[in-house]
Every structure is written in structure tokens, then in C-alpha cells.
């Protein structure tokens, strides 16, 4: 309560007084005269209900001890004060101490503070059950009263199977209810890893000595783009693995699941074949159990990491916020102590906008605080109590379409600093409906665009704004091109990886998105004009002519012969010795002679652009 306090009203300077056992207050010191505002807020806003916490003005004169508040550098602090609900308290026991079988857990009331009562198997040893309570009484639960039991085998709550069965029926349906919250599921055993790595980890992530490069489920040094694909639709998959080298997809829940295959075009089985060859990494924003299950296994049993849950994503995201803040603190070493100075001051003079102002200029260093409460519990849906849309919706109070704004903000934040902590392109959903188009581009991008602003120094702004042209320019090159849905998607991944597509054809698209529009066009037509002039002459020579259509737009399919014939006089970079060999060879010879002949000039980059455009082109089909 302390740590949101301070993380609410910059530069605020509290002490925590335990009064006595079950007594507490938090002196807050410098408040400039907004006391009364502030105790107002904490008590509405921040103070768990039943507990005897106290703010106050003055110092207090008789006191049990000071006890230390959660630093702003070490907000983990051995996951001390995480626990505020009961459920809360069951997933940390569950998640941590995942080898042990939890029977019940329940807090006793008493007439002065509370008991918590954990029941474990038969089978659990004494020595476990002696760790299970230390660690928790070192994690400050609000009482060191825990007891941990064996199960009583000899009392049985229902002597009905079948009341049973129901009662866990009803248990499951309304766990479903709980999509915010973060369950360990032992079915699941990436969720097992997952929580391994997190309470292993996670002081070391929120400190900064582990980044996300050492994070074994993070994909680094490779292209990466995400795809939202939980509920709505989102783009051609073989689109994105022609670009990409790894793809990572939100996994449709439950019936969405056999809509987004039949409108990809695809089978579970080339999904999972796409997880096998690492071409597809599946990431579950949704709870684990609302997914088709024995996909979810399958994947794990082709790669351990090439399913990336809940808690998963959360270290990741975890990770980048912190990595952004120390990058911003790098370049601004004093940054945190001005938005203070600033916030203070605005409070003085009941200037809200600077009070925004000062807000922005700390964000990078209270979202990765307040992140942590978040994380260690929720689901990555809750980064919108404490991500970049905070900042984003601040820009628009005073216009009339403010509320449904940070709507939008708010339920698309996750997707958009997911693909942030994954290093990754992200592609918005389009979902029409009546004739209308409902997609979060608008929102994610100006989100994105924001996020980049925390990593580069203002003076630099032209390379903000090279890094905004060069995302919004990977999200516009789907509009050059188009591959046919009726292909084998895994034909079109082998294709990617065989001929380094995501290297290739992205720099290609990247020239001809650069180019104007007439440019443009008439590039493409030079291209056609090549590739046919160089086809007929092939087809002479075999005594035959190839029938092509000239579209303008599309490029032209090359025989056999003649793309080999490509290959060998340089058209890709490692062909350079088999052209020195193969250079007196009279058919080469030939097709070299063709394009000496043409009447386009032609350059080694064009050269490589037909030869790659030709093994593409039975997949791909460039627009205009």
C-alpha cells in the first residue's frame, strides 16, 4: 500500500509505524497541503478493506518500529506483501511449492488477526512442509501464524462420488470466470517452467541482472513478428513467414480456434508442423485451460519453448520494463528526482497538466515498480493498470472523445507491448462487421510510437523517427504482396528458410515501399519486361515459346531451365565462383547474351530480385 502511495504522488516521502501488533500508519511527510487529498485517495483507492493502516500528518509518539518500505530498485524484495486475496495466497503456495499437493488452504479469522491453515498430502515429506512455512513467514503475509497439516484421510467432507464430481464441475466452470488471474496448471508443464524461472528469477529481472536475453524462452538475434489472433482475424500467415523468421501467434481460445485455421486455410497438423521446423512460437495471453489442450501438448512435446504462457510472457514483459528504464535513466540520470520536483510543484499551482507532464517524464520508473504487483498475480491483460496507455490517454482529456479513447488504449495495450518485449512487428487485427472495419492499428501504433520515445535521446530525433517509419513500414509491406491461401502453408515456411526470404524479399519490399507511386509501377513493368524477354528467348532456343500474361503487377514465372540458368551467372551472392566456371558454357551464354541485348538496363541488385522473384513466384503475387 505504501509503494502504490509513493508510485501515485511523485516525490511523496513516507515512513511505515508499526504502533503495535496489529496496528500500523504511514506518516507522510512533505505533502505540501494536500493531505486531506491524499488520505482521501488512499483511503478509497488504495487501502485493503479490514485492515488497521492509518495515513497521518504527524509523526507518532510512542511506536513499536520503523519498518522499511519497498525500495523502487528492488520491488520484489523476496516476494514479501504480494498476497492480498486468499486466491492470491492459494496460486503463490501453488505456484511456488508446485511439486507438493495442496489439499485446502483457508484463513482463520480470530478475534485479533488471522491463521493460515495449508493442507498437503500423505505423501508430502516433514522436511517440505518445514520449507513451505519458512517461506512464508519470510514473505510477510500479515501473520506468522501458518500452519502446514497433513490431510486427515479419516474425514471425508462428502460421502457422495457423485457430489464430488459435481463440486469439482462447478469449481472448473467458475475458475473460468478468472481469465485475469494467473493459475498454475500441473497438466501444463510449461506452466511448471514457467513459474520455476519466475520465483527463481524474478528479483534478479527486476534489478536488472538478468536481461531478456538470458530469458530461455525469448527468441533473439531473428526476425520476429507477433499476430493477435485470439479472437478476431489477422493477416495471411504465409504472409508473415515470407517476411519473418519466427512468428509468434496468439493461440485462438476455445470454438475460435477452428475458425482462424479455416480461414488461414490450414489443418492442426500443419500448425504443429510450423511449431516443429520453429517457424511458429504459440503465445496464450488467455487462461491456459480455455485452449484446445492436446495442441498446447503436442507443441510442448516438439519444443519445450515453443509455447510461451502466461507467466512466461509476464517475465518477458517484465524484463523490458525494466530494461527501459535503465536505459532511460542511463541518459537521464536525474530524470526520476525533476518529474518529482515538477509533479510537486504542479500539485502547488493545481496545474493538471503538468502534473501529466511530470507523470510521463517518470513512467519509465514507476511502471516498472508498479508492474511487479501486477505480473506476480495477473495475466498480461492487466498491463493496462500500469502501462504506456496511461501516458497515451493522458493526451486526450480534454476532447469529447476521451472516455472511448482510453477504452480503446486500454484493452489494446497488451498486444502492443507484447510485441515491444518480444522485439517483434506487430500486426493489428481487422474484424469487419456490416460493412464497417474494426481494427486497434491506430492505437497500437501511436502506443508503439511512444514506447521508442523511452529508448532514444530527443536530440537524436531522426532516428525516432527512422525507427517509426521503419515499423510502419514492415506493417505497409503487406500491401505489395499477397500469397495464395489454397498453398501449403508448411510449402511456404520451406520456401522462407530455403531462399532467406525474410532477408530477401524484405529488402526488396522495403525498395519498392520507399519508391512513389509511379515509380513504383514502373519498376514493376521493367521487371515484367525483363523476365519476359529473357523467357522468350529461352523458349526459342528449346523450340518452344512460353505462354506468360503480363499483368503489370504481377511477376512472371521462369521454366526450370532458365532459373537454374539464373542461378549460375550471379543473380544470388554465393553463386559468384559457379559463374567463373561455368561462364564458357554456351547455353549461359546465351541467356547472358539476352540480357546484355535488353533493351532495360539491368543491375546485379535486379538480377538478384528476378532470380528470387522466380522461386517465389508460385506463391507470391506482387500488387500494385
Not at 482529456?397 to 518480444?422: G, V
Not at 456490416?434 to 481494427?439: F, L, Q
Amino acid at each position: 500500500m505504501d509503494l502504490e502511495l509513493r508510485l501515485k504522488y511523485l516525490g511523496l516521502d513516507t515512513q511505515i509505524i508499526q504502533i503495535n501488533s496489529f496496528e500500523f500508519v504511514i506518516y507522510c511527510e512533505h505533502h505540501n497541503g494536500n493531505f486531506k487529498e491524499i488520505r482521501d485517495y488512499f483511503n478509497s483507492s488504495i487501502r485493503h478493506i479490514g485492515t488497521n493502516v492509518e495515513l497521518v500528518e504527524s509523526f507518532p509518539q510512542s511506536y513499536k518500529q520503523k519498518i522499511e518500505g519497498i525500495s523502487f530498485s528492488n520491488v520484489v524484495d523476496g516476494f514479501k506483501a504480494t498476497c492480498v486475496t486468499e486466491s492470491d495466497l492459494f496460486n503463490f503456495v501453488e505456484s511456488k511449492f508446485h511439486n507438493v499437493d495442496v489439499i485446502a488452504l483457508e484463513v482463520l479469522h480470530q478475534v485479533v488477526g488471522f491463521q493460515i491453515v495449508i493442507t498437503v498430502s500423505e505423501e508430502t515429506s516433514l522436511h517440505i512442509m518445514d520449507q513451505m512455512k519458512c517461506f512464508l513467514i519470510d514473505a510477510d503475509l500479515g501473520t506468522d501464524k501458518i500452519i502446514i497439516r497433513h490431510v486427515d484421510l479419516s474425514v471425508q467432507t462428502s460421502n457422495n462420488k457423485k457430489d464430488q464430481e459435481s463440486n469439482s464441475r462447478i469449481a472448473d466452470v467458475l475458475r473460468t470466470f478468472e481469465v485475469m488471474n494467473l493459475r498454475l496448471y500441473k497438466q501444463f508443464p510449461f506452466t511448471v517452467n514457467e513459474a520455476d524461472y519466475w520465483f527463481e528469477h524474478a528479483e534478479d529481472i527486476y534489478t536488472g541482472k538478468i536481461r531478456r536475453n538470458d530469458i530461455p524462452f525469448f527468441r533473439q538475434n531473428s526476425q520476429k513478428c507477433f499476430l493477435n489472433a485470439s479472437v478476431f482475424e489477422t493477416v495471411n500467415l504465409r504472409n508473415v513467414l515470407l517476411l519473418y523468421d519466427t512468428v509468434y501467434l496468439g493461440l485462438p481460445i476455445e470454438n475460435h480456434l477452428d475458425t482462424f485455421l479455416e480461414y488461414q486455410n490450414m489443418k492442426v497438423s500443419d500448425l504443429i508442423e510450423l511449431i516443429d521446423i520453429g517457424k511458429v512460437v504459440i503465445v496464450l495471453t488467455n487462461q491456459e485451460t480455455r485452449y484446445n489442450q492436446n495442441l498446447l501438448l503436442e507443441a510442448y512435446q516438439c519444443s519445450p519453448l515453443s509455447v510461451i504462457s502466461r507467466r512466461g510472457l509476464n517475465t518477458i514483459l517484465a524484463s523490458h520494463l525494466v530494461e527501459t528504464k535503465i536505459q532511460y535513466e542511463k541518459r537521464f540520470p536525474n530524470i526520476y528526482q525533476a518529474s518529482c520536483e515538477l509533479f510537486l510543484q504542479a500539485k502547488r499551482e493545481n496545474d493538471n497538466l503538468l502534473q501529466r507532464i511530470a507523470q510521463m517524464l517518470a513512467w519509465p520508473i514507476t511502471a516498472a515498480a508498479s508492474s511487479f504487483r501486477f505480473l506476480h498475480q495477473n495475466s498480461p491483460m492487466s498491463i493496462s493498470n500500469f502501462g504506456i496507455n496511461l501516458i497515451a490517454g493522458g493526451n486526450f482529456q480534454a476532447s469529447d472523445l476521451h472516455e472511448k479513447l482510453s477504452f480503446e488504449l486500454k484493452i489494446n495495450a497488451d498486444s502492443t507491448h507484447l510485441a515491444a518485449a518480444l522485439q517483434s512487428t506487430y500486426f493489428p487485427f481487422k474484424h469487419q462487421t456490416s460493412g464497417k472495419v474494426y481494427s486497434d492499428q491506430t492505437v497500437s501504433n501511436f502506443m508503439g510510437d511512444l514506447l521508442k520515445m523511452y529508448w532514444y535521446d530527443p536530440a537524436s530525433l531522426e532516428q525516432i523517427k527512422q525507427i517509426n517509419d521503419w515499423n510502419h513500414s514492415e506493417q505497409s509491406y503487406l500491401k505489395f504482396f499477397d500469397t495464395n491461401r489454397y498453398l501449403n502453408v508448411t510449402k511456404v515456411a520451406s520456401l522462407a528458410d530455403e531462399y532467406d526470404t525474410p532477408n530477401a524479399f524484405r529488402n526488396l519490399l522495403n525498395r519498392l515501399e520507399q519508391m512513389d507511386s509511379t515509380t513504383r509501377r514502373q519498376t514493376l513493368n521493367e521487371y515484367n519486361d525483363l523476365l519476359f524477354e529473357v523467357s522468350q528467348t529461352s523458349g526459342q532456343s528449346e523450340g518452344g515459346f512460353v505462354k506468360m500474361m503480363l499483368s503489370g503487377a504481377a511477376f512472371l514465372p521462369l521454366n526450370y531451365y532458365l532459373t537454374f540458368a539464373l542461378a549460375t551467372i550471379g543473380l544470388v551472392h554465393d553463386k559468384t565462383s559457379t559463374l567463373k566456371s561455368l561462364q564458357e558454357d554456351k547455353k549461359f551464354a546465351q541467356i547472358e547474351q539476352c540480357l546484355k541485348n535488353s533493351a532495360i538496363q539491368t543491375s546485379n541488385q535486379m538480377k538478384e530480385d528476378i532470380f528470387l522473384l522466380d522461386k517465389m513466384s508460385t506463391v507470391v503475387t506482387l500488387i500494385e
